[in-house]
């Protein structure tokens, strides 16, 4: 198999640390440090400890800056400065020296496609046609007989193009009109951003999480979007028409090339975008130079043992010896693990993302099984719900604030929380599940421990092994070790004759069967995932 050969087990341009686990954070709900009921950056600075205790490589932070918080933070209003909720640059700095103190690198989320309509840009670009940042977004006439330009039509069922009395012209979003799309045609608007990547590099970051990335770079002729055949392409509600003239469309890659290349100037950093594509897709994106283009494969995953087998084995079909693969389970825009699996499957779905080949990016919070949270409508924040209420597309269920103890809001501030706390947080919390050998936590800490010592599931080779439509089963080797991944998928017990006809157990999902050894075949108890040292 191609793996196999002699191409190295890391390629050269992937900073060793990004091939191990970001933590992703939702800063207002992380911790709170002053009482205000939204986590800050001091807070985040508080929970270092537990993070390196925990084992992860870095953590993604939301977005940190002045924002009106219509799209928690995805509505930045100034790139250089930090958001007074969360804290000053100060605390930031103090965050990245902290953080580095411990090894734990830290990613900001880079919010390139869109700014808030309070930016002073926009402000300058709509105060008239002739202003000097008019062409750093997107303004068009309207269409010969009235109305938007052009078809087009996105997550917010209304068109991109939002009528501007003033100046009588359309501007266009991806998102809420509150959100105005730059334009990566001005050559100023791509300097201007790739300074603030920099700027922030130079305050000491270790990369970016880029959002929305497939939507930077717009038809420049503007032509309708096709209408979609099947209108359940997407997750996003009644998307009825295919993306191909608004995402991933000609002419972006140009732009994702200069991206890298501001980054690629600053060794040991790396890139996630954001491309929620089909794998075949991201190709274009490592050709580019990211290291790590998001792979969403796994999101709102089916649990069907061949399935996901399929999955993995195309995904790392498509790559090239010089790609680096990386995998997550869930993100602030998706349901909680636990609530979309259950909590055995959560616990089997977690190590398979923590032995695949490849960067894994847990959200926080699955590390201890947080369930999704029924927010009510008058509680209700997040943009997606207010905007379309009583359709269940509210994202707040998923980012509720972190369960650190059984203390009154579970640790998490002393104040009025943001968002609702989980009902269940006296059970379901760190300190409660740090001490007990069996819980999701010591799970997790096993996993990201294993990750660490073991060459084989740190970035040896990924092989498919037998093929069993009740079990995921796979080999990782490495140049000094070799291992076993059994996952068993069903609630029954089951046996498995892997290629590998001996072996010693070193973790189970259910934490009890260490040193056990097999031979010819291998046991698992219903929804158990074992992983197994191999000759
Ligand atoms: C993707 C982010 O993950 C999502 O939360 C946000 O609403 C949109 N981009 C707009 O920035
Ligand atoms: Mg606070």
Redesign the pocket.
């Known amino acids: 198999m191609r793996r196999l050969d002699d191409s190295p087990l890391l390629p050269n341009h992937i900073p060793p640390w990004s091939a191990g686990v970001i933590y992703q954070i939702i800063v207002p709900s992380y911790c709170d440090s002053d009482g205000d009921g939204m986590g800050d950056l001091p807070g985040v600075v508080s929970r270092l400890d537990y993070l390196q205790w925990l084992g992860v490589s870095g953590i993604w932070l939301s977005p940190i800056h002045p924002s009106p918080m219509l799209?928690?933070g995805?509505d930045v209003a100034d790139y250089r400065d930090v958001n007074p909720r969360f804290g000053t640059l100060a605390d930031f700095d103090r965050l990245i020296r902290e953080a580095h103190r411990r090894d734990l690198r830290v990613l900001l989320d880079f919010?390139p496609n869109h700014t808030s309509d309070e930016h002073p840009w926009f402000q300058q670009s709509k105060s008239s046609r002739t202003n000097a940042k008019r062409d750093w977004y997107i303004w068009r006439d309207a269409a010969p007989g009235g109305g938007p330009p052009n078809n087009w039509t996105q997550q917010y069922e209304i068109s991109d193009w939002q009528w501007d009395a003033r100046t009588q012209q359309y501007y266009m979003h991806s998102?809420t009109p509150e959100?105005p799309d730059l334009n990566y045609q001005n050559r100023e608007v791509r300097e201007a951003m790739w300074d603030v990547l920099r700027f922030w590099l130079d305050r000491g970051v270790d990369g970016f999480r880029v959002?929305?990335m497939v939507h930077l770079f717009k038809d420049p002729l503007f032509r309708d979007n096709p209408p979609a055949e099947d209108s359940s392409v997407d997750r996003w509600p009644a998307w009825n028409m295919l993306p191909a003239f608004t995402q991933d469309c000609g002419g972006l890659q140009d732009v994702i090339r200069e991206m890298c290349e501001v980054v690629r100037q600053y060794p040991g950093r790396m890139l996630l975008g954001?491309n929620h594509l089909p794998a075949e897709r991201l190709n274009a994106y490592y050709r580019s130079g990211m290291t790590h283009p998001a792979n969403a494969q796994l999101l709102d995953l089916q649990w069907d043992a061949l399935k996901l087998r399929r999955t993995v084995d195309r995904f790392e079909g498509f790559l090239t010896d010089q790609d680096w693969p990386n995998w997550y389970l869930g993100?602030?825009?998706n349901d909680r693990v636990a609530t979309h699996l259950g909590a055995e499957r959560a616990r089997v779905a977690a190590m398979m993302l923590l032995t695949l080949r490849g960067t894994a990016i847990v959200y926080y919070g699955e590390e201890i099984g947080m369930h999704n949270v029924d927010v009510p409508p008058d509680k209700a924040v997040d943009v997606l719900a207010r905007r379309l209420p009583g359709r269940g597309v509210g994202r707040d269920k998923q980012r509720t604030p972190m369960q650190w103890n059984a203390t009154a809001n579970a640790g998490f501030t002393t104040g009025e929380p943001w968002l609702p706390l989980a009902p269940d947080f006296a059970e379901t919390n760190v300190d409660r599940q740090r001490d007990d050998p069996h819980s999701m936590l010591s799970l997790y800490r096993r996993l990201l421990k294993l990750r660490a010592e073991n060459e084989a599931i740190r970035v040896g080779r990924y092989l498919p092994d037998v093929i069993d439509s009740r079990a995921f089963v796979f080999v990782r080797h490495g140049e000094s070790a070799k291992a076993l991944v059994a996952l068993n998928f069903t609630d029954r017990a089951i046996t498995v004759e892997p290629k590998a006809t001996t072996g010693t157990v070193l973790l189970s999902t259910q934490l009890d069967r260490e040193n056990e050894r097999f031979d010819g075949v291998l046991r698992l108890r219903g929804q158990e995932g074992v992983v197994a040292a191999i000759p």
């Open positions: 799209d928690m995805y919010v998102f959100q959002d929305a954001e993100t602030h825009d």
